[in-house]
């Protein structure tokens, strides 16, 4: 198994795969992996309730893992460039930061639609996924 970050996400949520293709195309250093809630990785790397949610990205850094806006605001962070600046919201609350993700997850298949399976990933991405 790998020591490189991982992010899993929701392979069936249409938000979450154009959150997957925004990613690697401004991953330059391909710091990152991406793995299924779904899948076996994320049942292997992940505590047993959380895939089951689905409804939150996490971020898996060698056994620390951050959910919901934590993930999302550490990996955009960590893409550098302009998107450094997202550090400015680590300034807002979790609770609050977390309400509204928890607004967006929600209704992300209602606003955003829903895939019938998971995310493929095309020949040049997939060695950046994980089963």
Do not use: H
Not at 28 to 43: C, H
Not at 72 to 91: K, N
């Amino acid at each position: 198994m790998t020591d490189r970050q991982i992010i899993f996400f929701d392979g069936v949520c249409n938000l979450c795969n154009g959150f997957v293709d925004f990613l690697i195309s401004r991953d330059k250093e391909q710091a990152f992996l991406f793995a299924p809630l779904q899948g076996e990785t994320a049942r292997l790397r992940l505590a047993a309730d959380l895939p089951a949610k689905l409804n939150s990205v996490v971020l898996w850094n060698q056994g620390q893992i951050l959910e919901k806006s934590d993930a999302a605001l550490m990996i955009l962070q960590q893409l550098g460039g302009i998107w450094w600046l997202s550090r400015v919201f680590w300034i807002v609350p979790a609770f609050l930061r977390d309400m509204i993700y928890d607004l967006v997850a929600a209704n992300r298949y209602r606003l955003f639609g829903r895939r019938e399976t998971c995310r493929l990933p095309t020949a040049a991405e997939k060695a950046r996924f994980l089963p």
